[in-house]
């Protein structure tokens, strides 16, 4: 039976069309999640949390082989410095330990950007809570699921990937 998590139940109380993919490990990559999805990598939505200069947070959603693209943050969100949060404050945040933070079912509303790219692709597949599986939905569920999400040119291709 696949794991439940506040990303299941979150789309459960919506009424929102999912499904889980459960892994033999944890995958390291965007690339090799895909590969185990039977995806590509911008198919993968890896949710980054950032601390803006007042201390809140903010969350940006990327198509894996992507990297956020920091001057456009900073300038969307009116801030001279941002920077990635630590380890400890997206567990605070997120209630998820970083490779499996969802976007889904956090425990309190945050702030969410995503890139345009992830709405380009026919589904998609993103962390759920759990190590060793994702939850896998079209951009439309998740339009309906987060319907505050502001979208926009917020990524660029990662040159490492």
Do not use: C
């Amino acid at each position: 039976m696949p794991p439940q998590t506040p990303v299941t139940a979150a789309l459960d109380a919506l009424g929102l069309p999912y499904r889980v993919v459960e892994h033999g490990h944890h995958p390291k990559s965007a690339e090799e999640a895909a590969a185990l999805r039977g995806q590509k990598p911008e198919q993968v939505v890896r949710s980054l949390l950032f601390r803006l200069e007042s201390g809140e947070f903010v969350m940006v959603l990327v198509p894996g082989g992507y990297r956020a693209h920091w001057p456009t943050l900073r300038k969307y969100l009116g801030q001279r410095r941002i920077s990635m949060a630590k380890p400890e404050e997206v567990l605070e945040v997120t209630g998820y330990p970083i490779g499996t933070v969802s976007p889904l079912g956090l425990p309190r509303p945050i702030r969410i950007l995503a890139d345009e790219r992830i709405f380009q692709q026919p589904e998609l597949s993103m962390g759920m809570g759990v190590r060793k599986a994702a939850v896998v939905l079209t951009p439309e569920t998740l339009k309906r699921a987060l319907p505050n999400l502001e979208i926009g040119a917020f990524a660029v291709p990662n040159p490492q990937d």
